[in-house]
């Protein structure tokens, strides 16, 4: 057994091997995500508003656990073709995973790394895409206001993802707020 074990550790060697000869010589391809950094071509609305309140649920067939927004809009950037929004109106909005006690006491916490849930309180630029089946809006990503400085809520690529905890701080933009939001609604109209 310790042969074997020998042998596939050799192949696994010898195949990393090939592969950093192949990002050395610029010919592999990376197949690892890089997001959008503002998807308003894939989003069916954007919009900018503050969470008021948050909670996390775990389906019926308990096989997912997500949690839903409730986001009071200040403005709307992308209207939607599907249900219309207005600023003033509140949304639901649904991210994959959360954090929820089960019955026995228990703890259960599910999320990619690479995401973030948006803060109960805080506002918020939101790239959301419709679900005619659940009649919410799904987070695509965001960005968390807080006027002299934004937060990415997601990461961009998959070298920014070396987090080893589900919570983890975000990431600066380096750019105010007014000047986040002036080069996000340039892209809007390009």
Known sequence: MADTLRGYLG???????????LFALGLAVETHFRRDPLPFDTSDA???GTV???????????QRLYSEFKVQLQDVIKTPSGPYLMPGDSTDVQREGGKVR???????????????????G??????LKYDPDTQHYGLVTGYQLEGSQVYRLDERKFEED?????????????KSEDEFLAQALSSAVA
């Open 11 to 21: 192949v696994l060697g010898i195949g990393i091997h090939i592969l950093s000869g």
């Open 52 to 62: 008021k309140t948050g909670e996390a649920y775990l389906s019926n067939d308990r």
């Open 46 to 48: 954007v919009v900018v």
């Open 162 to 174: 070396n987090h080893q905890r589900v919570e983890h701080p975000l990431r600066e933009e380096g």
């Open 122 to 127: 805080r506002r918020y630029l939101l790239f």
């Open 102 to 120: 089960l019955p026995s006491g228990k703890v259960l916490v599910r999320a990619a790394t690479a995401n973030s849930m948006p803060q109960i």
